[in-house]
Structure formats: C-alpha cells, structure tokens
C-alpha cells in the first residue's frame, strides 16, 4: 500500500544538488523558447516546486522582476541558487524551502507550476491556492494518467519501497536514461521516475478549479505525455 510519507522521505533524499550548474546554464539559455509565449517581463512570478531552479532563471533572463521558487527539497534549493548566480539573475530570483501545501501564497502576477501537480496528494487543493495567487495567468503541466511513464511508475510502486528504484532501473532504465538531460544522478533522475507515486490528474477536474478561481484557458495541448495549459484571469 503507498504511503504518502514515504514518497516525501524519497523526494528529500534525491541528490538535487548533483544538478551540473554549467551544463543546467547552458541548457536554460538555449531553452529560453520555451516560456517565450509567457508574458514574464516586468512581472512578479512565482514558481511552485521549482526544483533545480530551471525555469525561475529562464523566467528572469526573459525579463521577470522578480520570480519566488518554491520547493521542498533543500538541495534542489541550493542547485537553484547555484544557477541563478551561474547566469547573473541572483537578484531577481529569491528561493524558499518548503513543502508547497503549507507554503503562505501570496498574490503574484503569474504562477508558473510545471511537472509538479501530478506528484502532490492533495493536488486539487494547492491548484486552488496556486489559481487564486494568479493576479494575471497560469501556466500549469501535468503527467497524463495511463500513459507509459505513468504505468512504469504504478507497476514499480507495488513494490517495497526499498526495491522500487532498482527494479524499474533494471526493467525500464535503459529506455528511460535518455531522457536523463540533465545528467542527474541515478539517486534523483530514476527515484522520481519509480519511487513517488504519481497521482491521476483529470484535465476536466483542472479546468473547473481555473474556472472557479476565476482564471479562463487560452491554450492547451496535450503532446507527448504531459498536458499543458494557459490561463488567463478574466474575474476576481
């Protein structure tokens, strides 16, 4: 049976830390298009589960005041730190310990939350909080349910938690390493891969949180195996 305290011991062991701060900067300026459709400049944001602070920094080398990155893992942190100073946007980027369910939301021009929500147990609750702080837009990712990557990771999950990362290295790893970009160490890239339980995320469910909290989508698409979505506020 999964335990939600045992995803969270996982998630806070990943070696974050083993983030390459060179290779991280490289790929962040020549990745910068993909939040280029994102009306960043001037604009105070805030980045939920920021991890190695990737798209904070993208968001503030496109011109963001100021972006607040949220996690809960300390090391992650201090990579995001690392990289904001790599690339010269320390003084835009402020990062912050802490588990984004209990973490004090304040309003912010736009929310950046990207391959977080399907890891969170009570996700229809942060999304709330998340939507609400949304003074402008959300921009929001998501795995979709049943897809292969989801499906590895529930086989492996009914495995002791001991056993999980092993196994799906030893099944699925050979397949699974390229998409390793990052270079991460096998404790961060194949944990998150095997040992957290993903969590189903309906698209409608999401839609209807945006909606309530007053935010409208502009776009969606749901290519490979994640959906994303815009949304813009048209009512407090």
Same mark, same amino acid.
């Given at each position: 049976?999964?335990?939600?305290?045992?995803?969270?011991?996982?998630?806070? $062991?990943?070696? %974050?830390?083993?983030?390459?701060?060179?290779?991280?900067?490289?790929?962040? @300026?020549?990745?910068?298009?993909?939040?280029? %459709?994102?009306?960043?400049?001037?604009?105070?944001?805030?980045?939920?589960?920021?991890?190695?602070?990737?798209?904070?920094?993208?968001?503030?080398?496109?011109?963001?005041?100021?972006?607040?990155?949220?996690?809960?893992? +300390?090391?992650?942190?201090?990579?995001?730190?690392?990289?904001?100073?790599?690339?010269?946007?320390?003084?835009?980027?402020?990062?912050?310990?802490?588990?984004?369910?209990? +973490?004090?939301? @304040?309003?912010?021009?736009?929310?950046?939350?990207?391959?977080?929500?399907? %890891?969170?147990?009570?996700?229809?609750?942060?999304?709330?909080?998340?939507?609400?702080?949304?003074?402008?837009?959300?921009?929001?990712?998501?795995?979709?349910?049943? $897809?292969?990557? +989801?499906?590895?990771?529930?086989?492996?999950?009914?495995?002791?938690?001991?056993?999980?990362?092993?196994?799906?290295? #030893?099944?699925?790893?050979?397949?699974?390493? #390229?998409?390793?970009?990052?270079?991460?160490?096998?404790?961060? +890239?194949?944990?998150?891969?095997?040992?957290?339980?993903? @969590?189903?995320? /309906?698209?409608? #469910?999401?839609?209807?949180?945006?909606?309530?909290?007053?935010? $409208?989508?502009?776009? /969606?698409?749901?290519?490979?195996?994640? %959906? #994303?979505?815009?949304?813009?506020?048209?009512?407090?």
């Amino acid at each position: 049976m999964f335990d939600v305290n045992d995803s969270i011991k996982v998630y806070r $062991t990943y070696r %974050h830390g083993d983030l390459p701060a060179l290779k991280a900067s490289e790929w962040v @300026k020549g990745n910068l298009w993909r939040l280029s %459709h994102l009306p960043l400049r001037e604009e105070i944001i805030i980045d939920a589960c920021c991890g190695g602070g990737l798209k904070s920094c993208m968001a503030a080398l496109l011109g963001a005041s100021m972006v607040i990155g949220v996690d809960s893992s +300390f090391s992650a942190i201090e990579a995001a730190r690392n990289l904001s100073s790599s690339l010269g946007v320390s003084d835009q980027c402020v990062f912050k310990e802490g588990r984004i369910e209990n +973490f004090e939301i @304040k309003r912010a021009d736009g929310v950046i939350f990207t391959a977080a929500l399907h %890891h969170i147990t009570e996700w229809e609750t942060v999304l709330e909080s998340l939507a609400s702080a949304a003074g402008k837009w959300m921009y929001l990712d998501w795995l979709k349910p049943m $897809t292969g990557f +989801f499906m590895k990771n529930r086989f492996c999950n009914l495995l002791p938690l001991s056993y999980r990362m092993k196994a799906g290295k #030893r099944l699925f790893g050979k397949n699974d390493a #390229r998409y390793n970009i990052m270079a991460l160490s096998d404790g961060s +890239f194949f944990a998150d891969r095997y040992c957290s339980l993903y @969590k189903m995320v /309906s698209k409608r #469910r999401v839609r209807n949180i945006l909606t309530r909290a007053g935010l $409208t989508s502009i776009y /969606s698409n749901s290519f490979g195996e994640c %959906h #994303r979505l815009m949304a813009i506020r048209t009512r407090d």
